[in-house]
């Protein structure tokens, strides 16, 4: 057991090491993807959040302009009224909007001349017309309420000033002037179909506005008091106020929840997106909670995502990255094991020639350096891995057999490829993360640069070049950078093989019906596609032609796509085998950079 240890102490030595290197990796890839998440969720929190907050003011809009309409007339009439809330509410606008209404104030002396107007319109009387103890300090019936359903027809001339929720909003809309929103309140609406009811009750709240008498002073409370007419109402149904507020724009994995104040509890739960509670729970997945005025009245919101959100292909990452590194790890330990069992039989076979012991000691003296300095010294894995395979091809290849070499050769190849995917993988991710900076852009001179540097690399390659000038944007200079390099080394490497080639990079700039900003495209006459598999370009790992026939790793394209997408754009791409492929990008509407000069052709020499 000593002596085999002793054998493969260099083997297990770069094994340990190389497990090592990819736990670290793994760890900071991990590291980066949760980050990624944790970022997403925080934004899509921030959207959700505004979104919600411009919901509920464009409802307490709709409240002011009731207002406006009772202050321009001497006196507003049902149909007038009727035809306010007919413009306002057109359909699937104010799904949450159960009653738009108008309560009069009416003063004890007022309500027998009060009860017997309405009962000379055909109108219901005050109800509830006195409290079991007497008359009421002030009434607040419904004069004016639209839409005219079932439910909202029996609240006519219902005295609003009734309830605790009701009275306590109302006396703070009064002396502030300002709308303000009751707690958690059940609103009277239509049954749904299906029940037998003809009506029922839905959690909600109403929001009062004040309406005061125009002429008369309003800078204190009590002057309020005195020039109060009475309240514009809006009685909100919560189910119909937040239901479908994100359309599809919400992570699926995503639920939300609103309450009333600041406690959390059950029974100030104003709205759960999916009938399941997790404020208070001690959830432990991603969640937030803040808050948000609404007339007046506090509200929580809190998000929390499922154990489903964020596994995407990005959240498979560091998974790729562990099992490749063991993979890589084994495969090293193999071929380092096999060349010390090489080495022992090489020692057992020249036992009796003394110059070639000698050789072989200094061989294996020197193979024993470098596998200790690789066990101690290895830092970057990838690299280091490569670099010593290629040493041992280089230095001691002739000590080799074919079986050796084709090992080591296997190496290099697979941690080259390792390093290229996963620096491509890195980078697909960052340009989710990096921030868009927009600025003018250039895209002809990018495209120069860029073909200037292939040529450079290959300069005995036949083809052209075609650029078109004066292709100016306002974008990311970095990730536009990155994605025409992807399109237009595509470009090169697909014409290889094909004599007189040929790259033309140019825009459409009145591309048709559908499209708000120019077209641009990257053209070749190279190898093409069928377009069969043209939805697979795009995709990471995706190829499609085989390794030997063009090297890379299946990512560029679909970190081109992540970029445009960024930019508010799409792209696409059409081929023929054997006759070439085009490439179509857009950059969204807000990237064209008006008042160019007319459009030219320049061929790259």
Partial sequence: MARHLRRGAAAYGIFIVSLLLTALAWHYVRANVHEQNTARFR????????????????????????????????????????????????????????????????????????????????????????????????????TFVEPRDAANTT??????????????????????????????????????PGVDADLSLKPGFAVYLPVYRKGEPQGTSDERRKALKGFVVGSFKMDGLLEGIFGSALDPTLDFEVYDGKNTSESNLLYDDDGVRRAGQGYPGYSSSSRIDVAGRNWTLFFS???????????????????TGVATSFLLFVVVWMLVRSRDRAERASEDLEDANRELEGTNSELEAFSYSVSHDLRAPLRTI????????????????????????????????????????????????????????????????????????????????????????????????????????NAWKFTSRKPGARVEFGADRNPGPGFLAPVYFVRDNGAGFEMAYAQRLFGAFQRLHHSDEFEGTGIGLATVQRIIHRHGGRVWAEGEPGRGATFHFTLGPGARQSAEPLPRKAEVA
């Fill in 43 to 142: 934004e899509t929190v921030r959207v959700g959040q505004e979104t919600i907050d411009r919901r509920t003011n464009s409802y307490v809009d709709a409240l002011l302009g009731a207002r406006g309409l009772i202050l321009a007339s001497k006196s507003v009439t049902s149909e007038e009224w009727s035809n306010y809330v007919s413009g306002i509410m057109p359909k699937d606008r104010f799904k949450g909007l159960q009653a738009l209404g108008y309560a009069e104030y009416v003063s004890p002396k007022e309500r027998a001349s009060f009860t017997a107007r309405a009962k000379k319109q055909g109108l219901p009387s005050l109800s509830p017309d006195l409290n079991p103890g007497g008359g009421r300090p002030a009434y607040f019936p419904l």
């Fill in 155 to 192: 609240m006519l001339d219902h005295d609003m000033y009734i309830q605790p929720e009701d009275q306590a909003a109302m006396d703070r809309a009064r002396d502030t002037g300002k709308p303000t929103a009751t707690s958690r309140v059940y609103i009277l609406t239509e049954a749904p």
């Fill in 305 to 323: 995502a499922s154990p489903e959100f964020g596994r995407d292909a990005t959240s498979r990452l560091p998974l790729f990255v562990l099992l």
């Fill in 386 to 489: 490569d670099g010593f395979s290629q040493i041992l091809l280089e230095d001691y290849g002739d000590s080799l057999d074919a079986e050796g070499e084709d090992y080591l050769n296997r190496v290099r190849a697979a941690s080259q490829h390792m390093g290229v995917l996963i620096d491509d993988l890195l980078d697909l991710s960052r340009v989710t993360r990096s921030p868009l900076r927009r600025e003018r852009v250039d895209l002809s001179e990018m495209a120069k640069n860029i073909a200037g540097k292939l040529r450079r690399v290959q300069p005995d390659r036949d083809i052209d070049f075609v650029i078109e000038e004066s292709l100016i944007v306002q974008g990311d200079a970095n990730l536009l950078s990155v994605a025409l390099r992807n399109l237009l080394g």
